[in-house]
């Protein structure tokens, strides 16, 4: 596993709390960067809902809605990537600040275009100009906690608190989202998304403290570990893409199938509980999903795991196949909140591991970019699962939303199982940086 950097000097040397999580957060500079985070990332629990909403109201078409948030999401994974890329060589404030102009003025517009009645392909400018511009913060703040400890186990239980945080803009997202567009405005909830969400960003870039020092990447300073060298030497190596790693593009297609179940979820949970006359709910099911995912996701990260990622992550996409599975067969909201809560269970220590197979899987200097590669591989797979499940739903109802979940969940866990035991022969990287 690699070593992550050394930790900043204002943590407190050798002290270990009883509870793993306050240890970490007493690092210097923890709790603003970990908090604005959270606020930055708010929109991609969010855009993708709210969009649909705003869409499917305002033009009457969940297939429409979902072609539209897919947009949005496919610009953003393949941009994203290569924004990362930049931001390992130039800084995360530097890059990430004019394209959050970028993205204000893509939402915003986006919103503008939809009250106005504007054609499809309209929207769909605005949508891809709203998410290439996004970039990863969920990426960036790993960055981060990579950059601020120095011990494996700490970094464990650092990813795993940033994976709880995600579930909980999951669950406060899709509820706030799924309320201001049914009972405020159809354009509520981007709205929010766009001005809340955008603060959070800027709050997190003028932290300059923690950000990870810019232009230096590893090289080969022994046969085992890793130096580095400042940019202007590093431009004469070669740079090879984080996903060109071995290991890296069969981890990323996993993800993609992970997504596919999410993204049909959602657009399937907002049909089903308007089919029930109960469209607000959705958002309120939707947030069973992400606290069952939330309260695992603390538990795991409380613990320090020996068993191999690669078994831990083939497990957890097993166990989420079989929980999304039941959805197909529900036929009330209250069960399928149940039955949500109880699938979320798998899914934090899931994505977890996933972000600590990447971190063995690459080199140091291309850590931002590896993580930014599977998260923008789920959302492939989550603007992929919306535009189907808009699809199946326009022709029959939601239930045929649920069994493109169905698929997705299946077609993940049996790309873990034949794929991913493979990586526990591959020598992680370790180095000292």
Do not use: C, N
């Given at each position: 596993m690699t070593q992550p950097a050394p930790e900043n000097p204002g943590a407190a040397p050798g002290a270990r709390k009883r509870n793993p999580y306050l240890d970490v957060?007493?690092?210097?500079?923890?709790?603003?960067?970990?908090?604005?985070?959270?606020?930055?990332r708010l929109p991609m629990s969010m855009v993708g809902i709210s969009t649909v909403?705003?869409?499917?109201?305002?033009?009457?078409?969940?297939?429409?809605?979902?072609?539209?948030?897919?947009?949005?999401?496919?610009?953003?994974?393949?941009?994203?990537?290569?924004?990362?890329?930049?931001?390992?060589?130039?800084?995360?404030?530097?890059?990430?600040?004019?394209?959050?102009?970028?993205?204000?003025?893509?939402?915003?517009?986006?919103?503008?275009?939809a009250l106005a009645g504007a054609p499809e392909w309209v929207l769909w400018v605005l949508a891809a100009v709203?998410?290439?511009?996004?970039?990863?913060?969920?990426?960036?703040?790993?960055?981060?906690?990579?950059?601020?400890?120095?011990?494996?186990?700490?970094?464990?239980?650092?990813?795993?608190?940033?994976?709880?945080?995600?579930?909980?803009?999951?669950?406060?997202?899709?509820?706030?989202?799924?309320?201001?567009?049914t009972t405020v405005a159809p354009a509520g909830g981007l709205l929010v998304a766009a001005i809340v969400g955008g603060g959070g960003a800027a709050w997190f870039l003028t932290q300059r403290a923690?950000?990870?020092?810019?232009?230096?990447?590893?090289?080969?300073v022994d046969g085992e570990h890793l130096g580095t060298v400042a940019h202007p030497d590093a431009v004469r190596l070669e740079h090879r893409s984080a996903i060109r790693m071995p290991g890296m593009p069969v981890l990323a297609v996993?993800?993609?199938?992970?997504?596919?179940?999410?993204?049909?979820?959602?657009?399937?949970?907002v049909a089903f509980a308007e089919e029930q006359g109960i469209k607000g709910m959705a958002g309120l099911v939707l947030a069973c999903f992400a606290l069952g995912s939330m309260i695992s996701g603390l538990a795991y990260g409380a613990r320090h795991w020996v068993s191999p990622l690669s078994t831990r992550f083939t497990i957890g996409a097993c166990a989420i196949a079989v929980g999304v599975s039941m959805f197909?067969?529900?036929?009330?909201?209250?069960?399928?909140?149940?039955?949500?809560?109880?699938t979320g269970f798998a899914i934090a220590p899931t994505l977890v591991n996933g972000n600590a197979l990447v971190q063995a899987l690459v080199a140091p200097h291309q850590l931002t970019e590896g993580l930014t590669w599977v998260g923008t591989s789920l959302g492939v797979g989550v603007s992929l699962g919306s535009w189907l499940a808009g699809?199946?739903?326009?022709?029959?109802?939601?239930?045929?939303?649920?069994?493109?979940t169905m698929s997705g969940g299946w077609l993940c866990a049996v790309l873990a199982v034949v794929a991913l035991p493979g990586m526990r022969r591959r020598k992680p990287y370790t180095a000292t940086v």
């Open positions: 957060l007493q690092v210097r500079g923890a709790v603003p960067f970990s908090t604005a985070g959270v606020i930055a909403l705003m869409v499917q109201t305002l033009y009457g078409s969940y297939a429409m809605a979902g072609r539209v948030a897919a947009v949005l999401v496919v610009a953003q994974a393949i941009v994203s990537p290569q924004i990362a890329r930049v931001v390992d060589r130039r800084g995360q404030a530097k890059v990430m600040t004019p394209l959050l102009v970028a993205t204000t003025i893509g939402l915003l517009g986006l919103v503008a275009a709203g998410g290439a511009s996004q970039g990863s913060y969920g990426s960036l703040v790993r960055a981060r906690w990579s950059h601020s400890l120095d011990d494996a186990k700490r970094l464990h239980t650092a990813y795993s608190l940033e994976a709880a945080l995600d579930e909980l803009v999951f669950i406060v997202g899709p509820v706030v989202a799924t309320t201001l567009a923690t950000e990870p020092p810019a232009g230096r990447v590893a090289v080969p996993v993800f993609v199938a992970m997504g596919v179940m999410f993204g049909s979820s959602d657009v399937a949970t197909f067969l529900v036929h009330h909201i209250a069960v399928l909140a149940v039955v949500m809560f109880l699809v199946a739903i326009d022709a029959v109802d939601s239930h045929a939303g649920f069994l493109v």
